[in-house]
């Protein structure tokens, strides 16, 4: 299987329940811990950044081959339980991606194909490319990057999704975590008249809603003292929900499967992220 990220990879400075460091961050760097675990995955990374990022490509198949900016997004997590703050540095270089042949080569060889932005400025014109070039590829959409905005103080603030009508109908599947927006439940509500959507909801597990059909699929949870390391746990929950899903188009199977994959890893910390496979 084949599959793609395009979006961003950054810098993350992380502190949370038992760990504090400083590592690649981002859903496609913690995808990456995932699917070089997988059986039969080819995983490549599509996405703009700078040379001090160099240090981490051997963790990772990353393009363009070169940096596209001076310096990588970074950002600064503080996570306790389920209240995280957020600072974002060099945000205005995380949009800097042009695709190259070698990249568009990659993209027509996609399988499953997520689209995964920490900042809400990649154009239109790039992600009808980025559609396009990926052809029959199941099509996942983590719109995070598009309910985030930053201040003078660099603090990460809630932003409007102002380009859902034009972005949501080109996937196929959209994962959100009900944290992500105040009013994520109506917002679901609305794009599954359209695509399927799957909201994460920390310890309650996940739901899933299309076309007026609501399913919640509830997960086993873990002791606030018990975990080790959240951050990262909804990019692993999207990763192996993604890798489920193509396999056998059962959207249940496939939730109760991510959920129990993203569980296992709370108990690790993000660099010796460690799950057996359900039978």
């Known amino acids: 299987m084949n599959i793609t990220v395009v979006g961003n990879v950054c810098i993350d400075s992380n502190e949370s329940e038992k760990a504090s460091y400083t590592s690649a961050g981002s ?3 913690f995808m990456s811990k995932i699917f070089n675990k997988l059986p039969d995955v080819a995983f490549n990374i599509i996405s703009p950044y700078g040379p001090d990022f160099l240090e981490y490509i051997s963790k990772a198949s990353l393009l363009p081959n070169n940096p596209t900016s001076e310096k990588t997004l970074v950002y600064e997590n503080k996570s306790r339980g389920n209240e995280r ?3 974002a540095y060099n945000t205005d270089s995380a949009d800097q ?13 996609t399988d499953l ?3 995964a932005p920490l900042v809400p400025s990649f154009s239109l014109n790039l992600i009808q490319q980025i559609i396009a070039e990926s052809k029959q590829a199941l099509k996942i959409l983590l719109p995070q990057g598009f309910y985030r905005d930053f201040d003078d103080e660099n603090n990460v603030i809630q932003r409007e999704f102002v380009e859902e009508n034009n ?3 080109l996937f196929d599947v959209v994962i959100v975590s009900i944290e992500d927006h105040a009013q994520m439940q109506e917002i679901v509500a609305r794009w599954s008249q359209q695509v399927k959507v799957i909201m994460t909801m920390g310890d309650n597990g996940a739901k899933y809603i299309y076309k007026g059909e609501e399913k919640n699929i ?3 949870k873990v002791p606030v003292e018990d975990i080790v390391d959240s951050v990262g ?6 990763a192996t929900f993604g890798y489920k899903y193509f396999l056998t188009k059962n959207v249940e199977e496939s939730i109760s499967f991510a959920n129990n994959i993203a569980r296992q890893c709370l108990f690790y910390s993000a660099d010796n992220i460690q799950f057996e496979l359900p039978k």
């Open 27 to 29: 859903p496609a760097m």
């Open 85 to 87: 703050t957020q600072k």
């Open 97 to 109: 991606l042009v695709l190259g042949e070698q990249e568009l080569e990659i993209l027509n060889k």
């Open 113 to 115: 194909l997520y689209f």
């Open 167 to 169: 972005i949501v109908p």
């Open 218 to 220: 509830s997960v086993d």
């Open 233 to 238: 746990s909804g990019d692993i929950f999207s």
